[in-house]
């Protein structure tokens, strides 16, 4: 048992990015703890490069995705185009993008007569750009064609890219030769630098980091490593407004959407002071749609800092002695909380004055709480990982249901039955025979396992496979379930049609 002072949040621990230092949960699950890039899309999926390839996060768990004929396993630089492919390339100067779950290679990106390593691409509007030895590399992203664009002008020299950053009106591009700016107008133009007194933007070794805010810029230099200089595109002239020298080995410059992140060996920091990781060796730093930071490292993998709401009310339930197992369910109704731990413990207090009501502990065999779900006239449902349970708030009592439905994975209504999504499959309860069973029998005072569900009469099952999760859409009169094998419909007229099908990864949850 764990001694904790409880706070009921819908979140793990959380501390304030203001002069704190961010605390972080590590999401297990990676190949490799040695990540490069990561990339929020869209739909809100977290996309990670690493040592070992590129992964996608659920919430839940990692898909990870291979090309067979890939020539390295490392990927970074991850991307997001119009129609939500990602697009990345690894160590080894390829170029890859990810539709309808596969990788796709762009082979007209001639690797091997590449000089450098490996490219640096990024978005711009619906063009793929990458550096090359032989000028710019620009894909098409609208129907994947591709070609190289060369620039001679004012110059003898061979026009080469070997670092870019998309802004949001065009890509800073920089080379050998000088530096450039790509748009749709102009197409490839050269760029005057302004206040570079240092000659730091002469330096022909200058990597300019890949993430930008608005139109401002940052790079460094080979030759000087512990230096970020800042500058900021102003129509064909970038004007350097600050450099700055930092201890440590630089990794990278990121921006999270609020706040830009200084990378370093050593520690990362933002630039207005407000938050301070330090010792994690970090490589990006970026906000998902919910406001949680996630923090990619070269040494931890991926990891998470939840977003803190400063209005949030602290609910205080128990003394700092008092002894209660992890909480791992919370559910609500108008005037009740009820939250289920680890070992099987139910707590049911009172949302205005934050007392404890009364506690009950299930069986030890029945396992931990999965799920809670309120019903109505003060009654809950509660799964645990062995057994249906059903908890009467008026009367302060719980009973195991007898019934070979097993653990509830998720529950739903129609105006006619009640779904049950559980480990043993797909069950429907007409409502009216439901709600009396899941009130009127709960009030009687008996033992534990004396009220018993008989399939046929009370319960029906429309699937004996293991269901993970089911939503009810009244509009269209048709129930939506997932299944280990994908996506399912079941119409009122019973019809069933599989909607989705994936053999390779799983789906875990309907909203």
């Keep these: 048992m764990k001694k904790l002072f409880l706070i009921i949040l819908l979140v793990a621990t959380i501390t304030s990015l203001q002069s704190q230092l961010l605390s972080e949960k590590i999401i297990k699950g990676l190949p490799s703890k040695e990540v490069y890039d990561i990339l929020v899309d869209k739909k809100g999926f977290i996309w990670v490069g690493h040592e070992f390839g590129i992964s996608r996060y659920d919430g839940l768990s990692f898909t990870d995705f291979f090309y067979a004929n890939s020539n390295s396993s490392g990927i970074t630089d991850l991307s997001e185009d119009d129609k939500g492919r990602i697009w990345f390339h690894n160590f080894s100067n390829q170029i890859f993008y990810i539709e309808n779950e596969r990788i796709h290679l762009i082979d007209t990106y001639s690797s091997q007569n590449e000089q450098a390593f490996f490219p640096r691409t990024t978005m711009y509007k619906n063009w793929l750009v990458a550096t090359s030895s032989h000028g710019l590399f620009i894909c098409n992203t609208n129907n994947i064609q591709s070609n190289y664009i060369q620039f001679t002008q004012h110059t003898a020299q061979t026009f080469e890219t070997s670092s870019l950053v998309a802004l949001k009106n065009a890509v800073v591009l920089h080379g050998k030769t000088g530096w450039y700016k790509l748009n749709e107008q102009d197409g490839v133009t050269e760029l005057q630098i302004k206040n570079d007194t240092s000659h730091f933007a002469s330096d022909g070794s200058v990597i300019i980091f890949s993430t930008a805010n608005k139109d401002t810029v940052y790079f460094t230099s080979l030759l000087f490593k512990n230096i970020i200089i800042k500058a900021v595109l102003k129509n064909d002239k970038l004007e350097i407004v600050d450099k700055v020298a930092y201890n440590g080995l630089l990794n990278s410059v990121s921006f999270d959407g609020d706040m830009t992140w200084i990378n370093t060996k050593k520690e990362s920091f933002t630039t207005n002071k407000r938050g301070k990781i330090v010792n ?71 949302k205005q004055c934050n007392k404890v009501l009364f506690i009950k502990q299930l069986n030890e065999k029945a396992g931990s709480i999965e799920n809670i779900f309120y019903l109505d006239h003060n009654t809950f449902l509660i799964g645990a990982s062995l057994g249906f ?76 496979h293991r269901c993970r999760s089911v939503v009810y859409n009244p509009g269209l009169k048709t129930l939506y379930a997932i299944f280990n094998d994908g996506l399912y419909k079941i119409t009122d007229t019973g019809r069933v049609i599989q909607y989705y099908s994936q053999t390779n990864k799983k789906l875990f949850e309907l909203n």
């Design 280 to 350: 994690a060796n970090i490589s990006k730093v970026v906000k998902d749609k919910e406001g949680n930071t996630w923090i990619c490292s070269l040494n931890e993998g991926l990891k998470i800092q939840f977003k803190f709401f400063s209005n949030w009310e602290k609910i205080k339930l128990f003394n700092k002695t008092d002894s209660i197992d992890e909480v791992r369910r919370v559910a609500v109704s108008t005037t009740n909380l009820v939250f289920g731990t680890e070992n099987g413990g139910i707590y049911v207090t009172n």
């Design 389 to 464: 349970y059903i908890l009467d708030v008026s009367h302060q009592t719980i009973h195991r249901i007898a019934t070979n439905i097993f653990t509830i994975k998720s529950i739903s209504f129609s105006d006619k039955n009640i779904y049950l999504g559980a480990s043993g499959g797909l069950y429907k309860i007409p409502s009216q025979l439901g709600y009396s069973i899941f009130t009127h029998l709960a009030e009687k005072n008996i033992n534990e396992n004396d009220i018993g569900l008989q399939e046929g009469k009370d319960f029906f099952k429309i699937s004996s």
